[in-house]
T-cell receptor, first 118, second 113 residues
């Protein structure tokens, strides 16, 4: 069985602070994919990043960065110099390959509600 | 490129009534997913289609939920009869066959009274 844990239910910071959202995953598969999605108040899930299990290289995209560590089964997300527009619920998710070779559905964490105060 | 389309955006029904949701995936995406997102929780997979075949429906409450994707393009999810606990947002997502990034539609918010 697969599981994704986002222990932080809600984080509130003041604009321009850095903030890290934690994600811990569990899977027995050796090939898997990790994702982060953003869900703003409008409700639509917006894809942010995908990482496969064979690529532990960290990634930076503007103010966003991701730290993938297989040794601790973690895939953490950092926003540098946060802005009010970053306020949203952020979900970490996991998928594996099914027997037919395609991708399974996503297993999501419960999400972290990030509040950026002006 | 057009995204995943869903309709209706909102639906209010009384318990024991029936309801149907429609999804049109991104053009060329062979894999289609339906998720249920209850308030305050992450989405939960209900069913996954590959073209017009079901890949995984292990979490679909089959006594009341059904879904089809007859021509391998758009899909319909039905609930009959609805219960209070079915109040949720129903999300449709699609992905290219063999590629794992799923793109989501805006969702249908269902309220069962």
């Amino acid at each position: 069985a697969q599981k994704v844990t986002q222990a932080q239910t809600e984080i509130s910071v003041v604009e321009k602070e850095d903030v890290t959202l934690d994600c811990v995953y569990e899977t027995r598969d050796t090939t898997y994919y990790l994702f982060w999605y953003k869900q703003p108040p409008s409700g639509e899930l917006v894809f942010l990043i995908r990482r496969n299990s064979f690529d532990e290289q960290n990634e930076i995209s503007g103010r966003y960065s991701w730290n993938f560590q297989k040794s601790t089964s973690s895939f953490n997300f950092t926003i540098t110099a946060s802005q009010v527009v970053d306020s949203a619920v952020y979900f970490c998710a996991l998928s594996t390959r099914h027997s037919g070779g395609g991708a399974d559905g996503l297993t999501f964490g419960k999400g972290t509600h990030l509040i950026i105060q002006p | 490129e057009a995204g995943v389309a869903q309709s209706p955006r909102y639906k209010i029904i009384e318990k024991r009534q029936s309801v149907a949701f429609w999804c049109n995936p991104i053009s060329g995406h062979a894999t289609l997913y339906w998720y249920q997102q209850i308030l305050g929780q992450g989405p939960k997979l209900l069913i996954q289609f590959q073209n017009n075949g079901v890949v995984d429906d292990s979490q679909l409450p089959k006594d009341r939920f059904s879904a089809e994707r007859l021509k391998g393009v758009d899909s319909t999810l039905k609930i009959q009869p609805a219960k209070l606990e079915d109040s949720a947002v129903y999300l449709c997502a699609s992905s290219l066959a063999g590629v794992d990034t799923q793109y989501f539609g805006p969702g249908t918010r269902l309220t069962v009274l």
